[in-house]
């Protein structure tokens, strides 16, 4: 069994770790490029959305490299993401690559044995002891941890920064250097040097830098190359940004929803405007809104890839929640033919506008 999965931001790390850990075969696809959107969208049904296009690109190239077992996150909820792994498989077999796929769903949805009988299925090909097979499995929960706390304090503290770029650097270094490990516990020695210096950047309390929450289709917002690497754009114009969905957000919620005590700040929210889940994350997208206005934030930007259904109905309540609040959002629609330069101009644009807004704040106080 030789395992892959599809990239998904910070999550290759974590797999990495846990893979090394466990002793296990893996191929890991390369980095997201143009290359595997081509490829993706070359096989992928035409109007299937943009993440089903990048994975299908990356299990191509694992393939050629000899994988032949995907894992994969699932989901039983009503978007076409409940679909990818039936219609991945098939199409794969079409193409002539008798894949195994093996979907981590739910608990809720399979049932705790038909998920242990999953990670069995994995576990079953590492040699190591059980406490190593669990120590594995922590390494990979504390590598995730770490690398989206680093993440998320260079995003933020960009806007403080003296040094102009600082915090990117650190956070490019830090994955490209990650990546590189042959030891997991290599990695976290390396995570934790590089937590300590996103901890000692030199930054300027007095400034105002604009605040920008980046919310919407989870994929889009966490994996950089689907978005454009929208959030290393705002870090070069000194914007501090935050986004709640990480994919150790998404491990906490997992391990949560069971006894019903996942994102109840997001949920409480979200209320007012979208009481109950209609696949995705969009009910999260709409507490993520109102949370970032609460919490101060100048604005917010919601990404969804074209037709994602769930992020299309929360696009259709954000302008309600923007005049409600006297909060800008703006929405960027993504798939393979987004032009960069467009894309580009709306984000200075909505910066602009902050920048207009907070200067004319600032001006009355
Ligand atoms: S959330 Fe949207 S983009 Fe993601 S799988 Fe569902 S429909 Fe597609």
């Known amino acids: 069994m030789k395992i892959t999965f599809p990239h998904m931001g910070n999550v290759c790390l974590a797999a990495k770790a846990l893979f090394d850990g466990l002793g296990i075969d893996y191929i890991m696809p390369p980095l997201n490029s143009k290359l595997a959107l081509e490829i993706g969208s070359l096989y992928s049904p035409e109007d299937i959305c943009l993440p089903f296009k990048i994975m299908i690109g990356n299990y191509m190239q694992a393939i050629e490299k000899g994988a032949d077992t995907v894992i994969l996150t699932g989901s039983c909820g009503p978007c076409r993401f409940g679909e990818y792994c039936e219609m991945q498989m098939n199409l794969l077999k079409k193409l002539g690559h008798d894949i195994d796929f093996i979907v981590m769903d739910m608990p809720k949805d399979i049932g705790k044995k038909e998920l242990l009988n999953r990670i069995n299925k994995i576990s079953s090909k590492s040699k190591k002891t059980k406490l190593e097979k669990v120590k594995a499995l922590f390494n990979a929960l504390k590598v995730i941890n770490l690398i989206d706390e680093i993440e998320a304090k260079a995003h933020y503290m960009a806007g403080y920064e003296i040094v102009k770029g600082q915090c990117r650097k650190i956070l490019s270094n830090c994955k490209m250097e990650s990546l590189k490990c042959k030891k997991t516990e290599d990695m976290i020695n390396l995570l934790l040097y590089y937590k300590d210096k996103i901890d000692n950047v030199s930054i300027d309390k007095n400034k105002k830098p604009i605040k920008i929450a980046i919310i919407g289709e ?13 959030e290393d754009k705002l870090m070069e114009y000194g914007v501090s940004t935050k986004r709640e969905l990480t994919p150790s957000w998404w491990v906490k919620n997992m391990a949560l929803s069971p006894v019903k005590l996942n994102q109840l700040e997001i949920k409480k929210y979200a209320n007012e405007y979208l009481s109950f889940q209609i696949g995705g994350h969009a009910r999260e997208c709409i507490g993520e809104a109102i949370l970032a206005h609460k919490k101060g934030f100048d604005g917010a930007i919601q990404i969804f890839p074209m037709g994602c259904m769930p992020e299309i109905v929360s696009k259709s309540i954000l302008p309600k929640i923007s005049k409600d609040k006297d909060f800008p959002i703006m ?3 993504v798939d393979e033919m987004t032009g960069e330069a467009g ?4 984000i200075e644009a909505f910066v602009d506008l ?3 807004r907070k200067d004319n704040v600032l001006s009355r106080c």
């Open 218 to 230: 989870i994929y889009t917002i966490i994996e950089p190359f689907s978005n454009l690497c929208i």
């Open 331 to 333: 929405t960027l629609v």
């Open 343 to 346: 894309y580009i101009t709306r």
């Open 354 to 356: 902050l920048e207009r």
